[in-house]
């Protein structure tokens, strides 16, 4: 796909998915973003596709992500089994920095990395910025900043999303 249309992709995508912070509502396609983890090894979200994915974009400087981040550590390890991915970005400038942030985080959840265009593109202008997909890779619900009451809806919501029949149409 074009660097171009791919940068359109994740700014339509992102900004639905930006209106389902509020409430529940249609479901949006979302872009098959390649994700690099710590030691440079890609993957593709849809690698994650029969999974309900929380994916956090998060950064070691950010406070607030230092609140939530134990809290998706908690989700992970409470739902991992059910078929619940969580995927933290780091947005770090400073790559290097995040091994050790996480160690002393002790988090065990995966840890990710975009490409520099891919972290343009998508805009996030809010940090920590939390969006949820479905199995199918739906954009489901968008939770910019951290709240504890938008935690508690996000464990709620990935809860509901869990015991959905995939493809929400009966088929298992």
Do not use: H
């Amino acid at each position: 796909m074009r660097k171009g249309l791919v940068f359109w992709l994740l700014i339509a995508a992102l900004g639905a998915a930006a209106a389902f912070a509020a409430g529940p509502g249609e479901r949006v396609d979302f872009p098959d973003l390649e994700l690099y983890d710590l030691q440079g090894n890609p993957s593709k979200l849809s690698d994650f596709r029969g999974t309900v994915v929380v994916l956090n974009f998060w950064a070691t400087w950010c406070g607030p992500c230092r609140m939530e981040l134990p809290e998706l550590e908690k989700l992970y390890n409470e739902l991992g089994g059910k078929g619940l991915m969580v995927l933290a970005v780091s947005v770090d400038e400073y790559r290097q920095l995040v091994p050790a942030f996480i160690e002393r985080m002790r988090l065990t959840l995966p840890v990710y990395f975009v490409d520099p265009a891919t972290e343009r593109a998508l805009g996030i202008g809010t940090i920590p910025f939390t969006l949820v997909l479905d199995k199918e890779g739906k954009a489901v619900r968008a939770y910019p900043g951290y709240s504890q009451e938008g935690m508690r809806d996000l464990k709620k919501l990935a809860a509901e999303l869990l015991a959905e029949k995939r493809g929400r149409g009966g088929k298992s």
